[in-house]
């Protein structure tokens, strides 16, 4: 079955401080993994995606394959990072139906 | 540009009443998703359209969910019978089109329905 499990619902830090969303996953099959975030009133949108093994707003993700994790990281946050993010994970061929995550709150804290 | 949009932004429908969400993608978006967001849930896929084509339904909770896509844009999400359960926000998302191997499309969401049902 194809699930991610964020295991944290709410994540509290101090801004400057290094920030690690967990994320996990079952799939049976090579998947794509993605992160998405939503800033207040605002609409879900795509942060990162393990293929372009890029660095967006600071944030990087590695995908675990061993460890079945592609967790979240920035070494230093800061205050607009606070959002609500998800981690979600689709197939590598046909359309991308997206499993998310329950997300995880992120706090910055002045 | 003009990104997705959905209407009503909210609805509220006592149990038993149908509800009709709209839908519209960006301009020349061949894919469109409809995900169900439940309170303190991560979004959960409904449905898949490819251009007019239902590709994929497999999400739909029920018979009481219906989409369709008749033109290949706009689409709109039937919910008859309305019951609390139903009470979620409701997210339609579009892409540009279907995924290749090695090409990938990212997905644009719309602000959301949130239907609360009484």
């Known amino acids: 079955a194809q699930r991610v499990t964020q295991p944290e619902k709410l994540l509290s830090v101090f801004k400057g401080a290094p920030v690690e969303l967990k994320c996990n996953y079952s799939?049976?099959?090579?998947?794509?993994l993605f992160w998405y975030v939503q800033y207040s009133r605002q609409r879900l949108q795509l942060l990162l995606r393990?293929?372009s093994r890029e660095s967006i707003k600071g944030f990087t993700a590695d995908l675990n394959k061993g460890e079945t994790s592609f967790h979240l990281k920035k070494p230093f946050a800061q205050e607009e990072d606070s959002a609500m993010y998800y981690c979600?994970?689709?197939?590598?061929?046909?359309?991308?139906?997206?499993?998310f995550g329950t997300g995880t709150r992120l706090l910055v804290s002045p | 540009g003009a990104g997705v949009s959905q209407s009503p932004r909210y609805k509220v429908a006592k149990r038993g009443q149908d509800v009709a969400l709209r839908c519209d993608p960006i301009?020349?978006?061949?894919?469109l998703f409809w995900y169900q967001q439940a309170l303190g849930q991560g979004p959960e896929f409904l449905t898949y359209?490819?251009?007019?084509?239902?590709?994929?339904k497999s999400g739909l909770p029920s018979d009481r969910f219906f989409a369709e896509r008749p033109e290949g844009s706009v689409s709109t999400l039937k919910i008859q019978r309305t019951q609390q359960e139903d009470s979620a926000v409701y997210l339609c998302?579009?892409?540009?089109?279907?995924?290749?191997?090695?090409?990938?499309?990212?997905?644009?969401f719309g602000p959301g329905t949130r239907l609360t049902v009484t």
């Open positions: 799939y049976s099959g090579s998947p794509e």
């Open positions: 301009s020349g978006h061949v894919s």
């Open positions: 998302a579009s892409s540009l089109a279907f995924s290749q191997p090695r090409v990938r499309y990212e997905q644009y």
């Open positions: 359209f490819q251009n007019e084509a239902q590709l994929d």
């Open positions: 979600a994970l689709s197939s590598n061929t046909g359309f991308q139906k997206l499993v």
């Open positions: 393990h293929i």
